[in-house]
């Protein structure tokens, strides 16, 4: 049992700041929340919550308890993937930064009228047309990439194909009912959807973008479900789609942080379409601000229902929130990100909870070395991807992001006592790597040979990339 909006302990706690109706009060124990969860019963809301907070009534984490919760999600996790530390050999290619939505945890956009032709003000975001997307991904083909994500800003010109433009034209006034300008209206063309997908899935390279929020974007003024869009998308060249712009999945919470995005509901209908077009999902979950611990278990929970209704979700990404330069900091609704403890329990609950999702992320562009090494421990088994370029996230004042070599990789995990293995993005085609067999270059990518990608910092040429996968 818990008080109501108990802080979870020391590091984030402006939740205890909001009058949330969902709050971490139970009627389960600790003791009994932990037995399931070491006899790997299903567990409940209760549970998880119990679990999360280390079931204090005081605030605060109890750190015996948490040793026996990450003890836990270690068992569990070596149970389902055994020692294997994944990690997939990828490009970040943001094509724009471009975005009206104004999330008040984002740092990545800038608000669009600044890339409109006449403005004559300065700005440091950019848009890639299509021709310049392909090239991106050309250069980092040659390098050895298996995957290019691709996660934008939702510019008002983005259209999915020309007759979603003519459609958003035919509103009396587009701009505010559908937020829709013409591309002519733009110092630069971000192109369709469907033109930069045809762009980015070259040379057989998987193609991971359209999150649900883009998704939406793609279909905005128009009555076509989720599942035609992505089908179109699949079409053009897309192989999965990232559960990003899930943030929180409980509207009291979306309702603070994310006001102008979709709700929980057209999230999950989202991925629906995305998994009944044939696409592999993701899943995402951003913690750290406002929201408390019952919260966080809600959302797991919405993740495990959706994937038990449809078995496209291929890993689980917890995203603690990189608090500084984004609106909610500067304008005190947050004093900081989430502690190292509950990230550590954050990533053995999820590990728990999520008894259908078998790979859970560890992701050292939010969380650095030392401690992404730490998560692998507490239930992660997959160690993200060698992201040639990054921007969310240093834009929004996280310092890890750049680029790991594979050399890198093997080190780092077999100091640990693990197994490295190069993955695809779906995780279906793996390769484990010899430390002794050297070079430690990728081999999974269409044009990858094992030589060795560059070393410790992003090509020239490549642009960085997003914070939320
Ligand atoms: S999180 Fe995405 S939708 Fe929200 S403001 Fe940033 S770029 Fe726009």
């Not at 999150?211 to 699949?234: C, F, I, M, N």
Request: glycine share 8%; hydrophobic share 35%.
């Amino acid at each position: 049992m818990r008080e109501p909006a108990a802080p979870t302990d020391e590091g984030s706690d402006s939740a205890s700041d909001f009058e949330f109706d969902v709050v971490p009060d139970t009627d389960q124990s600790f003791e009994n929340a932990l037995a399931k969860a070491r006899a790997g019963d299903r567990l409940t809301v209760d549970d998880g919550i119990e679990l999360i907070t280390t079931g204090t009534d005081a605030p605060g984490i109890d750190p015996i308890r948490k040793e026996q919760v990450l003890e836990a999600a270690d068992r569990r996790r070596a149970e389902v993937v055994g020692d294997e530390v994944t990690f997939v050999a990828n490009l970040n290619n943001n094509v724009t930064t471009a975005c009206n939505t104004g999330c008040l945890f984002c740092n990545f956009k800038n608000t669009a009228h600044q890339f409109e032709a006449d403005y004559d003000g300065e700005h440091a975001g950019f848009t890639k047309p299509p021709a310049e997307s392909r090239a991106v991904v050309e250069d980092a083909l040659d390098m050895g990439i298996y995957e290019v994500t691709s996660v934008s800003g939702l510019h008002p010109a983005f259209a999915l194909n020309e007759e979603h433009r003519e459609i958003l034209a035919t509103y009396d006034a587009p701009a505010k009912e559908v937020d829709y300008k013409p591309p002519t209206v733009y110092e630069t063309d971000p192109g369709t959807y469907v033109e930069q997908m045809r762009a980015m899935s070259v040379g057989g390279v998987h193609l991971h973008s359209m999150t649900p929020e883009e998704a939406q974007h793609a279909r905005r003024g128009t009555d076509w479900s989720y599942e035609e869009v992505y089908r179109e998308l699949k079409a053009a060249g897309l192989a999965s789609a990232p559960g990003t712009a899930a943030e929180i999945l409980v509207e009291e919470v979306r309702d603070v942080i994310c006001p102008g995005k979709i709700g929980t509901e057209e999230w999950v209908a989202a991925m629906e379409g995305a998994v009944a077009a044939g696409l592999d999902v993701t899943s995402t979950m951003m913690y750290g601000h406002v929201e408390n611990a019952a919260h966080r278990i809600e959302h797991l929970k919405v993740i495990r229902d959706l994937q038990d209704r449809t078995g496209g979700i291929t890993e689980f990404v917890p995203l603690s929130f990189v608090h500084e330069n984004t609106p909610l900091y500067e304008n005190g609704v947050v004093d900081g990100g989430a502690s190292d403890a509950e990230d550590e329990l954050v990533v053995a609950v999820a590990r728990l909870f999520l008894d259908n999702v078998e790979n859970i992320q560890s992701s050292w562009v939010k969380f650095g070395n030392a401690k992404a090494l730490k998560l692998l421990n507490c239930g992660a088994n997959d160690f993200m991807g060698t992201i040639l370029s990054e921007e969310i996230t240093t834009r929004a004042g996280g310092s890890f992001g750049e680029f790991r070599s594979f050399d890198d990789y093997v080190e780092m995990i077999s100091a640990i006592g693990r197994t490295p293995v190069e993955r695809s993005t779906d995780y279906r085609t793996v390769r484990r790597i010899d430390i002794d067999d050297r070079p430690h270059g990728p081999r999974l990518g269409p044009r990858a040979d094992g030589t060795p990608m560059l070393d410790g910092q992003s090509p020239a040429g490549s642009d960085p990339a997003p914070a939320d996968d």
